[in-house]
């Protein structure tokens, strides 16, 4: 399928400043009924696009202030609980990817980075349940070694980047290796890892920093997608990977999700938990593997990726 950045849902920042403001005479109450919980119309169809993006940090934000980096699967019934309160719309539509299957979520901090890190867990742990690992860590193993020479090309010195590749694939070599403990790497083990900033983080800054190498050597592909948040304007390739793509802290949009799996050569599907429809769940497509690799499937709220477990 063509992952051209064309027409994507949009995907609001990290930042409320980044969103259109509330026009004045907009308020959240406005012709509408009120919900009492949240002040929020309960009609979801009503909120602007700030207002939604607010709505659900609030939300995200009362369920666990102090989440992990990463955290243990909890069932998704858990997450429609926790919008009980706010959005029939958005109650909805956990039932129904419930229905689909999706019976589980495995949360990230909502820290900006959220989208590379749920990236790479997902990515990883795939490797752990391979039907044929030998294969799939080799294969694994040969992407990442490709994307060295991406790095080293748009100017990245090899210092800089070289132990935030290591971290990545010293985990994905431990999945058929046992380390120097004489342990190979398990779900457990590699929640664990997920939760140690220095590794974590590590992996996060690879990620960005490939996915800034893939907008840089391509241009062309990437140009008129690239514009600043705030301002709107258009932006120098360079320019916009520096601020946008490199920078720890800065959510990931459509540009960012379809040059990291194009690098990386990864199927995934995001689902956009939004509270526009009541009846199903839209799905953005990212098609990059060379064969019909079932996708990593990924949860969007506005402002936030987590991991979708199960399906269809």
Same mark, same amino acid.
């Given at each position: 399928?063509?992952?051209?950045?064309?027409?994507?849902?949009?995907?609001?920042?990290?930042?409320?400043?980044?969103?259109?403001?509330?026009?004045?005479?907009?308020?959240?109450?406005?012709?509408?009924?009120?919900?009492?919980?949240?002040?929020?119309?309960?009609?979801?169809?009503?909120?602007?696009?700030?207002?939604?993006?607010?709505?659900?940090?609030?939300? @995200?934000?009362?369920?666990?202030?102090?989440?992990?980096?990463?955290?243990?699967?909890?069932?998704?019934?858990?997450?429609?609980?926790?919008?009980?309160?706010?959005?029939?719309?958005?109650?909805?539509?956990?039932?129904?990817?419930?229905?689909?299957?999706?019976?589980?979520?495995?949360?990230?901090?909502?820290?900006?980075?959220?989208?590379?890190?749920?990236?790479? @867990?997902?990515?990883?742990?795939?490797?752990?349940?391979?039907?044929?690992?030998?294969?799939?860590?080799?294969?694994?193993?040969?992407?990442?070694?490709?994307?060295?020479?991406?790095?080293?090309?748009?100017?990245?010195?090899?210092?800089?980047?070289?132990?935030?590749?290591?971290?990545?694939?010293?985990?994905?070599?431990?999945?058929?290796?046992?380390?120097?403990?004489?342990?190979?790497?398990?779900?457990?083990?590699?929640?664990?890892? @997920?939760?140690?900033?220095?590794?974590?983080?590590?992996?996060?800054?690879?990620?960005?920093?490939?996915?800034?190498?893939?907008?840089?050597?391509?241009?062309?592909?990437?140009?008129?997608?690239?514009?600043?948040?705030?301002?709107?304007?258009?932006?120098?390739?360079?320019? @916009?990977?520096?601020?946008?793509?490199?920078?720890?802290?800065?959510?990931?949009?459509?540009?960012?999700?379809?040059?990291?799996?194009?690098?990386?050569?990864?199927?995934?599907?995001?689902?956009?938990?939004?509270?526009?429809?009541?009846?199903?769940?839209?799905?953005?497509?990212?098609?990059?593997?060379?064969?019909?690799?079932?996708?990593?499937?990924?949860?969007?709220?506005?402002?936030?990726?987590?991991?979708?477990?199960?399906?269809?």
């Amino acid at each position: 399928m063509n992952t051209s950045p064309t027409k994507p849902p949009p995907a609001p920042k990290t930042k409320p400043a980044s969103l259109p403001d509330v026009e004045d005479g907009d308020s959240f109450g406005q012709g509408s009924a009120v919900d009492e919980h949240t002040g929020f119309p309960t009609d979801i169809a009503s909120l602007t696009p700030a207002q939604l993006y607010e709505l659900n940090l609030g939300l @995200f934000n009362e369920s666990l202030p102090d989440r992990p980096l990463i955290d243990e699967i909890a069932p998704i019934s858990e997450l429609r609980a926790e919008y009980e309160n706010g959005s029939p719309s958005f109650v909805q539509q956990i039932s129904w990817l419930e229905g689909q299957g999706f019976h589980s979520i495995r949360r990230t901090r909502g820290d900006g980075d959220c989208f590379y890190r749920s990236t790479a @867990f997902a990515f990883v742990e795939r490797l752990i349940h391979a039907p044929n690992p030998d294969s799939s860590v080799q294969h694994a193993l040969s992407t990442l070694e490709a994307t060295l020479p991406m790095l080293k090309e748009v100017g990245f010195e090899k210092l800089v980047y070289d132990d935030f590749y290591e971290a990545l694939v010293s985990l994905v070599q431990n999945v058929l290796t046992p380390d120097d403990i004489g342990m190979k790497l398990n779900p457990v083990r590699l929640l664990e890892a @997920f939760q140690k900033p220095e590794i974590s983080n590590s992996i996060v800054v690879y990620l960005r920093l490939v996915t800034s190498a893939q907008i840089r050597l391509s241009p062309f592909d990437f140009r008129d997608f690239l514009f600043h948040p705030e301002t709107a304007e258009q932006m120098d390739p360079t320019l @916009f990977c520096e601020h946008f793509v490199e920078a720890t802290g800065k959510e990931a949009d459509h540009v960012q999700m379809t040059a990291l799996c194009r690098a990386l050569r990864l199927n995934v599907d995001v689902a956009y938990l939004d509270g526009r429809r009541n009846d199903a769940v839209d799905f953005v497509q990212f098609r990059e593997a060379k064969d019909q690799t079932k996708p990593l499937v990924l949860l969007y709220r506005p402002g936030h990726y987590d991991i979708l477990v199960g399906g269809r």
